[in-house]
């Protein structure tokens, strides 16, 4: 969400934010609305506010007759009269305002000037880390999969359709030894605070983050006012939501396990093969709280500890800078991190690593105090994967398959798993 400030201030920026996104044909006609709403706004104020000045200096005007028992008849009509016309006054405001929250919720964050202009042929490769296998014989991770009766496609979409998977003995196993491997570097080595969190949340849960209300036909929806969380990101930046933070206490580090819930997975028939896109799947989060002028550093710092599984991991991969038309809806700036799967030929996107500046803070209102005595300020907040169990698999099947069939446990792993082969 967007400070009104921006509307009265700097839409300029607002616009170049937007036309830098590619959206300013959709987005210019709501901002030009936003605009218009908050000029009403701030016109039924003045108005509220004079009239609320008038019938005061009447009431008073009415308690001196009386007290001089002089006749106030016509005046407390007038009071009575202002007093409606203040209440209908205030139902045009709390419309106006009404309207212009809901259009606010409706634009996406301003991508920061380091983001490059341009679409998804705009992104950018940072850096790099390893050596792809190349794809040569390489047999996609479903075949392998199912091979060694670890990956059961058929099954998965018996129970619950398609775009759902079974993992069955050491390939449950090594679900398990992801989430104890990912989460223990995070805690004991990159130092967040692990949490256990509800996976339904409530929609003030889902708006504050930014899933809602746009994103609301991709989510599952429990009830009316509870949904099955998309990330962890949800319930872990929503923990501090409507409260203010000592500056002492940032930056802040969590990290989280939690299955991950998208309707939108596999969409198009796109990917739909294996674990490449599943509507259900597990997942180590980091979210990350800083002060503003710190946010950048830690960007930096988030994406390197997500970087970290895949090289204890040995899975050779990309970072990729997004350009401004292909960063998330919340996102000022983002990396995703691709690993290399040789047996689809493909890199495929484990991790996604923003800031959001101030955006979610806003709709959460997340705020910390500088010191005190001093006025509360927006918290910055940052997430990434660390990292997505699905993809994160298939480059293990796929980079570690031998010729017999056969997978070779990465070493990070083995203490974990207990084996050093599947087979």
Known sequence: MHDLKLLRDNVAALREGMRRRQILDVAGPLIDRAEGLDRERRSLLARIEERKAARNAASQEVARRKKAKEDAEALIAETRALGDEIAALEREYDHAMSELERLQYELPNIPLPDVPDGGEEANTVVRTWGEPRPSDGVRPHWEVGAKLGILDLERGAKISGSGFVVLRGLGARLTRALMSFMLDLHTREHGYEEVWVPFLVNRRSMTGTGQLPKFEEDAYAATDDLFLIPTAEVPVTNLYRDEVLDASALPKAMTAYS????????????????LIRVHEFDKVELVRYSVPEESPAQLELLTGHAEAVLQRLGLPYRVVLLAAGDTGFSSAKTYDLEVWAPGVGKWLEVSSC??????????????????????????????????????????????????????????????????????
């Open 259 to 274: 299955p991950c819930f998208r309707r939108e997975a596999g969409a198009h028939g796109k990917d739909t093969r294996g």
């Open 354 to 423: 923003s800031t959001f500046t101030d955006f979610q803070a806003r709709r959460a209102n997340i705020r910390y105090r500088p010191g005190p005595g001093e006025k509360p300020r927006f918290v910055h907040t940052l997430n990434g994967s660390g990292l997505a169990f699905p993809r994160t698999i298939i480059a293990v099947l796929e980079h570690y398959q031998r010729p017999d069939g056969t997978v070779t446990v990465p070493e990070a792993l083995r203490p974990y798993l207990g084996v050093d082969v599947l087979a």
